[in-house]
């Protein structure tokens, strides 16, 4: 069982183990808890390892891409997407064609699996101020020719590319958290302000400036640009 899931998690395969239930008696494959002393079945153990999102970064069964929806409600609320559901830490922040020029609070905290901008949006995108935004594995990609405009702290939450194709953008605020953040694409990258955390950062193409203002150019995190 762990040489079947670990193939699946290392090919990026989702997988269902399906048997529960107290009419399953002793039969072996069941995954209810013994009836009689209520411990877990041995193939738990097993299994915990590939269905805690925490432990498996890597391994995202429930990823789904969540479009932003045509209005400048806070990015907490349902009515702020396509769906009425809130990205979560599985999940894609998608803004596309559905909705144009866009400034928006997060209006708390949120943790999203990465944030994309595709080819028909059009129209400049800012998250303003007020809350942090934690990004998963798959970082960010943005592919228009636009501002992309994160003004609201960013926490890396694992390593991850910044594929920013072309245009203009500016981040305020990196905490890396000991992660690596690769950044591609020939856009015009704009840090603002110091980057903490450690973790090394590598710029692959495209010109990076810094803000000059009293807290940018301090960083705690290595900057390698590549030319």
Known sequence: LDNALAYLQTNGISGTYWTGGPW???YQLTCEPSPITGDDRPQMSVL??????????????????????????????????VGGIVPDANDIALWDATV?????????????????????HSGNV????????TLGTAG???VPNIALSLSCPIV???????TLTTGFFNVNEIETQGHQLTVTGNSNKKFKRQIPG????????????FDANADSGASESPITVKA
């Open 156 to 162: 890396l939450a694992a390593d991850q590319t910044w």
């Open 198 to 209: 450690g973790g090394p950062i590598l710029v692959q193409s495209g010109s990076l400036t």
């Open 100 to 120: 144009g020029a866009n400034t928006v609070l997060l209006g708390s905290d949120q943790s999203w699996g990465g944030l994309a901008v595709d080819a028909a």
């Open 48 to 81: 915990s390892k590939y269905t805690d999102s925490a432990l498996s970064p890597g391994f995202n069964p429930q990823a789904d891409t969540i479009l932003k929806a045509d209005n400048i409600h806070a990015l907490n609320q349902g009515s702020s997407w």
């Open 24 to 26: 399953y008696g002793n």
């Open 126 to 133: 800012t998250i303003s101020d007020g809350a942090t935004l």
């Open 140 to 142: 960010i990609t943005y």
